[in-house]
């Protein structure tokens, strides 16, 4: 009886170690759609929006955001009704993170020069684990609306 209940435990430990090596071997396979600035009404700063999509098996971190076109670049969520800067946001394996207007945003301050409508911002995004996006976001009118395109 010990021996056939050895059995089945190695055998249950062989295959969570498959199951482990598997989960292991996946990445994280990101990409960007729906970007967009809204024209922004202020010299200085501007929120932008935009989707990271992760078809991959692993999740990742974006740990920051970086663009030319101003001093900085920073992470925003929003819980509720509350909104502050974080360092990090997670991008969920088979998901997404999502930035929308009146949720997580991404603001740009300092700008160098005021986004127009018709133009575009280049912005790389960074990785915990996975390698820099670069991403060219177009400026809307400051009433864009992603879900009608208008």
């Known amino acids: 009886m010990l021996a056939a209940s050895s059995a089945v435990v190695t055998g249950a430990l062989l295959l969570t170690a498959c199951g482990s090596d598997a ?20 010299a200085t700063m501007a929120a932008g929006f935009l989707t990271v999509v992760n ?23 929003t819980v509720g009704s509350s909104m502050e800067e974080v360092t990090a946001l997670d991008v969920p394996a088979h998901g997404q993170l999502v930035f929308k207007s009146g949720g997580n945003h991404l603001m740009f301050e300092k700008l160098k020069s005021k986004p127009v409508q018709g133009g575009t911002v280049t912005v790389e995004l960074h990785f915990a684990s996975s390698g820099p996006l670069e991403v060219e976001i177009p400026v809307k009118s400051a009433t864009y609306d992603p879900t009608t395109g208008h």
């Open 55 to 77: 078809k991959g098996g692993a999740a990742d971190e974006l740990t920051s955001v970086t663009s030319t076109a101003a001093g900085s670049v920073t992470l925003h969520e």
């Open 23 to 42: 989960d292991a071997d996946g990445r994280a396979e990101l990409s960007v759609r729906a970007a967009y600035i809204p024209q922004p009404v202020s």
